[in-house]
């Protein structure tokens, strides 16, 4: 029997909508609070950097450390200090950064700046992540391949992009600056084990963080493949899928046999 005592979820098709200003309905909303009353820790691991779910963090009340950066990074919600980040080596950050120059959209997130198309890289910052944004599939499976080809170090992951459903984005990290990886340092920083952990998410991205997690859900909306390796599988973010997780597996059950 495992008592679960965190709850961690992906944000973009799995919290909310896909879009960086969308909030969660109301019926996920008190799901989550309901949720941490118990008692529950109640998480974030996202692509986003810190600086774009800081009003999720205040319009949920969250105060539990959260991943972002797709991994890369562990902040802690109630002030904003580092607790745990994954770099990219400047030099291989400023590669990455000329192998992407002919995509439309580059963004560079560290821990003092984030930039937009970037030419240099402050030498003081730390850098999280690269990220190329509304690829096509064929764009982004080329890309992949290109940066695979170069270097053996890193983390590329594919997830869903804002500028449409059928384009998708990109995000290049260390090698430890992954979902997985963060998941155990988070329990580390919890003081829990990674099998008391329920891990939610939707999209190719999330692959890592399931392999660090004690219950794998994927959403209603989530691609093939993250389903074909989940234990359950939700309703779509639409359907409020995060709710009826929360309502199943942490506010009408505690002991799961799994």
Not at 19 to 33: C, R, W
Not at 222 to 250: Q, S
């Amino acid at each position: 029997m495992t008592k679960f005592k965190a709850v961690v979820s992906d944000i973009d098709g799995t919290l909310t909508a896909i879009s960086s200003t969308a909030l969660p309905s109301e019926k996920v909303s008190a799901a989550v609070k309901k949720t941490i009353d118990k008692g529950i820790v109640f998480s974030l691991a996202t692509g986003r950097p810190f600086f774009m779910i800081e009003y999720l963090i205040k319009y949920l009340n969250l105060t539990s450390p959260v991943i972002t950066d797709n991994g890369a990074a562990i902040i802690d919600s109630k002030n904003s200090s580092v607790l745990w980040e994954a770099s990219l080596p400047h030099s291989e950050a400023l590669e990455i950064i000329e192998m992407t120059k002919q995509y439309k959209l580059t963004r560079l997130s560290s821990d003092i700046i984030n930039l937009e198309n970037p030419k240099e890289i402050p030498k003081k910052a730390t850098v999280r992540k690269i990220s190329i944004h509304g690829l096509t599939p064929e764009q982004a499976n080329n890309l992949v391949k290109k940066v695979e080809s170069k270097f053996k170090n890193l983390s590329i992951n594919k997830t869903a992009a804002y500028e449409g459903k059928k384009l998708l984005d990109v995000y290049i990290s260390h090698a430890e600056g992954t979902k997985q990886h963060a998941i155990l340092k988070l329990a580390q920083i919890l003081g829990i084990s990674t099998k008391e952990i329920i891990g939610v998410g939707d999209h190719y991205n999330d692959f890592p963080m399931f392999m660090a997690c004690g219950l794998k859900i994927a959403m209603g909306n989530a691609v093939p493949d993250l389903k074909a390796i989940a234990d359950y599988i939700a309703p779509t973010v639409e359907e409020d899928g995060l709710a009826h997780i929360l309502e199943k597996y942490v506010l009408n059950r505690f002991d799961i046999i799994i």
